[in-house]
């Protein structure tokens, strides 16, 4: 049966339809976090502080292996 | 125009279109000259047009985009490096500091050394100045340092409402809380404090002076697991005190009923520590012989020679008919009560193997006075007594220490005490309960009543580092430091005093227990500083400890060389022995009768009594001889899972009395037949993201009244339960009889194994492999040092600390239940377990397994990228910057020691636990830590082998092999690893190499690997 | 009559003269360019950005002669060779050149206690576990790695870090280090860098 025009729409759809889905799915691969400018993260007040305690005796002899 | 011809075919044509055309009207010809309709083009004036036209439009659009992009980065940048502002003194970034210190993982208040880098603690071991565990920490310890970074710790008080929980700070609970303690106080009401084990003079001195303010105080010290019926056997056999320290290493014969010694009881450590001088490959002492009488596999039992199943409840009437046999063939004074059977029926009754318990009491016998007899602590008192008499008997006393003792600084509360509490609270007489680090809704036998007592006191506290149980019922919980962040001093063990020091500040606002009751003892609100425990221990010391021990030093200069130590050993007399009680016999009252099952609740061996449940790694821990990972089960043994229909991963319901539970079931062969075990401490229902629901609640089947004792049930009642609950092991189940698997170890040269006598008359009799094999690949030629691992199979009991060390170095992470059922869980280092023999009486051997870093490694040719290569001295590498995730590598290995990362694990795993602020600071910086797609194994911790490379050239010196301690190798209390260079003649590991015990693993597939074990021996009668 | 010869200008004509050396250059011209612009981001030589703090070493090293180790401590001990503190900075210059505006900048870090956000230079990549001590401690002079330090104003990288640039120098060493009698090869195995 010779193809219609109802048919040739149709797969005109299919064919943007599928190739617009290839074209996300290449677009979800580009690189969006390369291109971010750099995040400052010197001593942000919330993060848990480390201090070493000061009354903390160090162990400084050399057992076995160090 | 009109084209009226077609050239081509000199035809004459006439296109027209409209009538207008074909009449030659001129208005048709303008239209057609025109290329748009009059009044179309009005509107694209061009003076109106933008000057930009599409294509400039388009080629500025492409331009600006290309800009943008450029300038966006500044990919030139390497990021900033920060420095210190201040930099303290003692920090030197990249090289890690030790501080000793104490860990409270249990009651055993091991020393250890805290190895911190820029002030973050990254990982412990044992601190080799301590006399007791000598250097040495078992697998708790080992991961006691994620406790530190648990997400899920408390962070300021709070508040504990219906609602949820608010905030409050310190200021409030320190006005709020002396308020209440006096009016309690004044009105005569009690102020309860229920706390673990006390094990800290100072920590009792901080509960006297707050007795001493609050006189209505009262101290409740409980553990679940403790030595208190030993003790008070002890009591009845010879003279209060406590159960003597056994000299495991001058025993020649040791018969273990129900004494998980050398992985739950006492001190594990130092327990392996000395048995395992007796079960050497080298045969520096002679080998001891351990019997063991127990209802189900334990790691005790796994290091038998001998085994025997005995139901708990039966152990009573053994040792009794032993007394009997005993007793009649060495013609003693010591006589068993009259009533019990004899030997040779009890055997037969409880189907034990005859000729065995022929060989038991011939050795007693034969080795009167080098032989002990231990109970485990779980057994009911009369046994304890009956033991005390048998060793009395066979001359055993010689064996038990003098000089050294466990001390009690606080003792325990009795059943009594408990019940006279709950009575208490229940007439209100209790105005204040304080819970002092402790989870006694959980832990407590639900027939004590606790909780409904609890909701009527008025102000009930709990102190903690996390939230549980029982703090979900209080008013307030009052978050605590952790170990590394607290002070503090130990006296376990007579005359060693082992002290706590902080190594980091407190990471949330959190203070030490023993703090918070300071600045309450002292009745004012602004009492408290950070360093009031640290003065108040100061203060003790200067005037107690220091003045004893008569030192030449100043009391600042020793007391800096304490903290540096770590432990001051003051000699100390033990207490002259006592008689023995005769008398003590007689009251013992005869064995109950027993009903056909007997449920028998003990320990686990990764998550102590349950408060480490929030603990990933220890939950992911392998169980020493099911390899069972989080979960809990019931251990039932074939025969009895046959008479129920039971099969792996059904359910069964244990109802003792009116408790009931249902339990995963898990089919142990070597399990007594009647017997159903199960583990506690699972089943949590508040222990943070990790721990609760994991496992099943088997406490909740305890009494304080029960007939045996509250961990023995000898009426309970099985039943198959519906439905199927899926246990993940990490080592295949195939049942013993499959004849593909039965004695696959043995036949593919796994395990080597022998016995004492036959390694005694014939050196050479494991006939060791040729290995002069033709290689297709070139064998290198080691120059300088080659590095290589020895292990002695007869000192492994299977203790997991090895893989926690290893876990801990190494940044191995944690996957969870679900991957670990797929295979990926991540341990480079495991510790597998066969069986061999029959189902009900089964022969079981531990082997640890890692990379064997093998000479001709089939892994190495068949990576497509050469991410892994073999180093000059031996190793093989593993790049993983260079790895793409082929998994050839794993494919080729024959000992399945690769571990692939399915996932990253680190931060895009499920919940992204690891992404949690605190816990990145675990990572050891030295360490890769993996991302998705790489291959992974044991690298012999080449961060520790560069390390000592490093300080070799520092010193301007050469590279020993006894400079570098692996972390499985540093953290093995039996010291079954060696490692070190195999070129140096004179090394251990060199004389492992040329030992006629030693083996290597699939040696037929001429892999070279070099890891050599030692066969393990069995020191059994030879049959005749 | 002046016969003249029509050339018939085919496609190919049209192709060699114009089109090939046109695609050419543009291919060779995008190759050089792209080189020599991604340089600094491949190996970082000629990077040497302006620093929060207008540290001189061609004044501190260079006139006045101060050692590479006082400030960088950690450079024959451990890894990593250390930026130093504020608080080193502050040995001398709590007193020296007080009114000078970079140190009061210098002393206001010091005292609002945060550390100088230095612009990082010498980095290798995460995977890389360079160890400074062990170079610093057989004898390696710094300005071997990082150029004349004490010539420069400002830190700018020197040498390329790629790992054939190390590698190189593992391989040749007596020819690289001349100035060291006995000089040991350097290791050249994945695991002495990449654990």
Not at chain 2, 285 to 303: I, Q, S, W
């Amino acid at each position: 049966m010779p193809e219609t025009t109802k048919t040739l729409q149709r797969r005109k759809f299919f064919g943007k339809l599928g190739k617009g889905l290839t074209g996300l799915l290449l677009l979800s691969a580009f690189p969006v976090k390369f291109f971010q400018s750099e995040k400052k993260e010197i001593a942000s007040e919330k993060k848990i502080r480390i201090i070493e305690h000061p009354l903390a005796v160090k162990r400084n002899k050399k057992g076995l292996r160090g | 125009m009109n084209n009226s011809k077609n050239e081509s075919s000199g035809k004459d044509y006439n296109y027209w279109r409209s009538l207008k055309e074909l009449n030659n009207n001129p208005e048709a010809f303008d239209q057609k000259a025109n290329e748009f309709m009059k009044g179309v083009t009005d509107d694209f004036e061009i003076s109106g047009m933008s000057p930009v036209s599409r294509r400039k439009f388009l080629a500025l659009l492409s331009a600006s985009v290309a800009f943008a992009a450029s300038s966006c980065t500044n990919y030139h940048s390497h990021g900033e490096i920060i420095p210190y502002n201040k930099k303290p003194e003692e920090v030197t970034p990249g090289i890690p500091n030790l501080y000793a210190s104490t860990c409270t993982g249990c009651s055993n208040a091991c020393g250890i050394l805290i190895k911190t880098r820029e002030g973050r603690p990254i990982k412990v071991d044992g601190n080799p100045d301590h006399p007791v565990n000598k250097g040495k920490i078992c697998a708790i310890g080992q991961a006691s340092v994620i406790n530190l970074y648990d997400p899920n710790r408390l962070k300021t008080p709070v508040a504990i409402s219906q609602e949820g929980n608010s905030s409050i700070n310190w200021k409030t609970v320190d006005e709020g809380m002396i308020a209440e303690l006096e009016k309690a106080s004044s009105s005569g009401k009690q102020i309860a404090i229920i706390s673990g084990r006390i094990s800290s003079p100072s920590e009792k001195m901080v509960l006297d002076n707050f007795i001493a303010k609050y006189p209505t105080a009262r101290v409740y010290s409980y553990e679940l697991f403790e030595n208190g019926v030993r003790n008070a056997a002890w009591n009845r056999s010879y003279a209060p005190g406590s159960f003597p320290l056994i000299q495991w290493d001058q025993a020649k014969v040791i018969v273990s009923l129900e004494g998980d010694f050398l992985a739950n009881e006492g001190h594990a450590i130092e327990n392996i520590q000395m048995f395992s001088k007796g079960r050497d490959g080298f045969l520096n002492k002679d080998f001891n012989r351990l019997y063991v009488v127990e209802a189900t596999m334990t790691p005790t039992g796994m290091a038998a020679d001998y085994r025997l199943r005995l139901k708990p409840d039966r152990q009573l009437d053994f040792v009794l008919s032993l007394m009997n046999e005993i007793g009649e063939r060495t013609k003693s004074s010591i006589k068993a009560p009259s009533g019990t059977s004899s030997l040779k029926d009890f055997v037969k009754n409880e189907n034990m193997l005859a000729g065995t318990v022929e060989h038991l009491v011939q050795d007693l016998i034969d080795n009167r006075g080098s032989a002990i007899v231990y109970a485990g602590s779980l057994l009911p008192e009369d046994v304890h007594v009956a033991v005390n008499a048998l060793n009395e008997m066979l001359g055993n006393t010689r064996l038990y220490r003098t000089d050294q003792a466990e001390v009690l600084q606080i003792p325990f509360a009795q059943k009594q005490d408990l019940e006279n509490l709950v009575g208490e609270m229940n007439k209100g007489n209790v105005q204040v309960i304080i819970h002092y680090d402790t989870n006694p809704i959980f832990d407590l036998p639900q027939d004590y009543g606790y909780a409904d007592a609890l909701k009527k006191v008025p102000f009930s506290i709990a102190m903690l580092e996390q939230e549980n149980e029982t703090s979900a019922l209080c008013r307030y919980a009052l978050p605590i430091s952790h170990d590394f962040e607290s002070w503090g001093d130990f006296n376990t063990r007579m005359g060693i005093f082992s002290l706590r020091q902080p190594v980091i500040y407190p990471l949330y606002s959190t203070r030490q227990k023993e703090a918070i009751l300071l600045s309450w003892a002292s009745g004012d609100s602004k009492f408290y500083k950070d360093t009031v425990y640290h003065d108040f221990i100061m203060n003790n010391w200067e005037k107690g400890l220091f003045a004893s021990a008569k030192s030449p030093l100043d009391f600042r200069t020793f007391w800096l060389t304490a903290l540096e130590n770590g432990v001051v050993v003051l000699p100390e007399n033990a207490p002259a022995p006592a008689g023995f009680k005769a008398a003590s016999l007689s009251e013992i009252k005869p064995p109950s009768k027993a009903g056909r099952y007997t449920l028998y609740l003990k320990g686990n061996y990764s998550i102590g009594d349950g408060r480490y449940a929030n603990n990933g790694f220890l939950q992911e821990l392998p169980h020493p001889v099911t390899k069972v990972v989080w979960d809990n089960y019931a251990f039932i043994s074939p025969k009895t899972a046959e008479e129920f229909g039971l099969e792996m991963n059904d359910m069964v319901e244990v109802k003792v009395g009116s408790r009931k539970q249902e339990f995963p079931v898990f089919i142990q062969p070597g399990t007594a037949d009647g017997a159903v075990v199960v583990e506690l401490g699972y089943g949590r229902r508040k222990a943070g993201e990790v721990g609760t629901g994991t496992g099943v609640n088997a406490n909740i089947l305890m009494s304080k009244d029960a007939p045996v004792t509250p961990f023995i049930y000898n009426d309970a009642q099985i039943r198959k339960a519906s439905g199927a609950y899926k246990l993940v092991t990490t080592q295949e189940q195939h049942t013993i009889e499959d004849t593909r698997a039965k004695d696959a170890h043995k036949r593919r040269g796994i395990i080597r194994e022998g016995t004492v006598d036959e390694y005694k008359k014939n050196p050479g009799f494991l006939e060791k492999e040729e290995r002069e094999k033709i290689s297709m690949n070139k064998n290198p030629e080691y120059l300088g040092v080659k590095w290589a691992m020895g292990i002695d199979l007869n000192k492994c009991v299977g203790c997991n600390a090895c893989v926690t060390a290893c876990d801990i170095e190494n940044n191995v992470p944690v996957v969870g239940k679900e991957q670990v059922d797929k295979g990926r869980i991540m341990h480079w280092f495991r510790v597998d377990r066969y069986y061999s023999g029959t189902a009900e009486d089964p022969v079981s051997y531990t082997q640890p397994m890692l990379c064997q870093h093998c000479d001709t490694a089939p892994c190495e040719n068949v990576c497509p990228v050469a991410a892994t290569t073999h180093s000059p001295d031996g190793l093989n590498q593993m790049v993983y910057n260079r790895c793409v995730g082929t998994r050839y590598c794993s494919n080729n290995c024959p000992y399945k020691v690769r571990r692939f990362n399915f996932f990253n694990f680190r931060d895009h795993f499920a919940d992204g636990y690891y992404l949690q602020e605190p816990v990145e600071m675990v990572y050891n910086p030295e360490v890769t830590v993996r991302s998705r797609g790489v291959m992974e194994k044991c690298t012999f911790c080449v961060q520790r082998i560069m390390q000592a490379r490093e300080n070799a050239i520092e010193e301007n010196r050469e590279l020993k092999g006894s400079d570098v301690q692996t972390a499985c190798q540093q953290a093995c209390p039996s010291e079954a690893i060696v490692f070190g260079d195999a070129n140096d003649p004179d090394s251990i590991i060199s004389k492992f190499r040329a030992h006629n015990l030693g083996y290597h693993v699939l040696v037929d597939l001429n892999t070279r690997p070099n890891i050599t074990y030692l066969a393990k021996l069995r020191n059994i009668h030879p049959e005749v | 009559m002046k016969k003249t010869l029509l050339v018939k200008k085919t496609v190919l004509d049209y192709t060699l003269k114009v089109r090939l050396p046109l695609t050419i250059f543009v291919i060779l011209s995008s190759i050089v360019l792209t080189y020599f612009i991604s340089r600094p981001e491949r190996d970082g030589v000629g990077y040497g950005p302006t620093q929060p703090v207008n540290f001189s070493h061609k004044l501190h090293a260079g006139s006045m002669g101060i050692d590479c180790r006082y400030c960088h401590t950690g450079a024959d001990k451990s890894r990593h060779a250390m930026i130093p503190s504020v608080s080193t900075c502050m040995n001398c210059h709590s007193v020296a050149r007080k009114d000078r505006p970079e140190i009061i900048k210098l002393t206001k870090f010091y005292e609002d206690n945060k550390p100088i956000p230095w612009k990082r230079i010498h980095r290798v990549p995460d995977f890389v576990y360079f160890n400074h001590s062990v170079h610093v401690n057989r004898g390696i002079k710094c300005q071997t790695c990082h150029g004349q330090v004490q010539n420069m104003e400002v830190v700018a990288q020197m040498n390329t870090f790629v790992m054939s640039a190390c590698l190189n120098c593992h391989r040749n060493a007596p020819q690289m280090l001349p100035y060291i009698n006995n000089v040991k090869y350097g290791p050249q195995n994945c695991f002495a860098c990449h654990r």
